[in-house]
């Protein structure tokens, strides 16, 4: 591994002082400015539109043979009913479950003389509107069969199961991702120069490899972007509060996307060649996957169809690291590093081979 060309390399990025600074200073300019346009938005904004309800009925209760035409009710109000079952009654952390897998946005738990619904503090309007709905149907029942429901208790719980953030933490971690993909920019002073200079043509004699030569940028392009970001992430907590929450999901994360994006970014110039034009490139994906992913308008509240958003790797970058930040979990984590290390892989082997070509037609 030639260390000396690895230092030099270093060194060339590090002149570029208004792109280190940049790559600093721009994720807290934006993340002050998201973060205060949007802050009501975040504590008051309420979803509309259809949602899925779950239900257990416990057994011998009666309500087996009305579902049928609740279900024809709740499909022309919008409300997709989905039966679960359960070995006996269901624990309260068996509800929360389905609430942070996203399953269901409402519960209702059907016993035979009470029924309780479970609601989530953060979904209001879809609570309050599947309420309504039952509290109609309960009318609905009384009438057809006079007597049968006058004894029911009915019961109604709050489950704060999927913390919605603030706007300083939403916007404080997904623009710190955003900005990590456009690191390209530090990248310039480095091929500027060996363009300039006909360092590959140089280096053609000498016995230093296509891998070696490869990896001497690969490695300080990769290594800088880390420094850079962890340390934007670093000020952002420290001026702006942004919490992260599980700090060591939340780092392997946010190294297997700078490992991705360093790579990805690397392959587009060897595929182009030119460093303004791969700029432009790279800046105008990252901005559709940011689109798509959440780093503008959220993925919380987006009109974005869930296959669209499922393309961009900001995606999974985003609501994993916001999910981390909120609960100290996340279900799409699996997902997230599996999709970077798929990245990471095609883009690494796509790179050493278009670099090795482009060095013999040199």
């Not at 971690?173 to 006909?198: A, D, M």
């Not at 939340?250 to 360093?262: E, H, N, Q």
Request: include cysteine; proline fraction near 4%.
């Amino acid at each position: 591994m030639p260390w000396a060309f690895i230092k030099n390399n270093f060194k060339l990025m590090f002149r570029n002082k208004w792109s280190l600074l940049l790559m600093l200073a721009g994720p807290i300019l934006v993340i002050a400015t998201l973060s205060s346009a949007f802050g009501e938005m975040m504590k008051s904004y309420t979803p509309a539109g259809t949602f899925t309800a779950g239900y257990s009925i416990e057994e011998g209760s009666g309500w087996e043979d009305a579902m049928t035409g609740i279900g024809e009710a709740a499909d022309n109000n919008g409300i997709e009913l989905r039966e679960f079952s359960f070995s006996g009654t269901p624990s309260s952390k068996e509800i929360k479950d389905i609430f942070q897998n996203k399953k269901a946005a409402v519960f209702v738990e059907l016993g035979k003389h009470s029924y309780h619904i479970y609601k989530q503090k953060d979904l209001e309007a879809q609570g309050g509107k599947f309420e309504y709905f039952f509290y109609q149907v309960i009318q609905s029942l009384s009438q057809k069969t006079p007597g049968s429901l006058d004894e029911t208790n009915i019961k109604t719980v709050f489950v704060d199961a999927v913390p919605r953030p603030d706007s300083t933490d939403y916007y404080g971690i997904v623009q710190i991702v955003y900005f990590s993909w456009c690191g390209i920019i530090i990248l310039s002073p480095l091929f500027t120069s060996e363009k300039k200079n006909r360092i590959v043509q140089r280096l053609n004699v000498s016995p230093v490899s296509g891998f070696s030569l490869y990896m001497g940028k690969v490695l300080p392009c990769i290594a800088l972007t880390m420094l850079l970001t962890f340390f934007g992430a670093a000020l952002c907590t420290i001026f702006l509060g942004v919490s992260w929450g599980n700090l060591p999901g939340t780092l392997l994360v946010m190294a297997f996307s700078i490992i991705a994006s360093s790579l990805f970014s690397i392959l587009i110039y060897y595929l182009l060649g030119n460093m303004a034009i791969t700029i432009g490139v790279i800046f105008t994906l990252v901005w559709i996957a940011g689109y798509l992913g959440g780093s503008f308008e959220t993925y919380i509240f987006t009109s974005v169809p869930d296959r669209l958003k499922e393309l961009s790797p900001l995606y999974y970058i985003n609501r994993t690291l916001v999910e981390y930040s909120t609960m100290g979990s996340s279900s799409f984590a699996s997902r997230c590093l599996l999709y970077l290390a798929a990245i990471s892989i095609v883009t690494f082997a796509g790179g050493l081979l278009l670099a090795g070509r482009r060095r013999k037609n040199l």
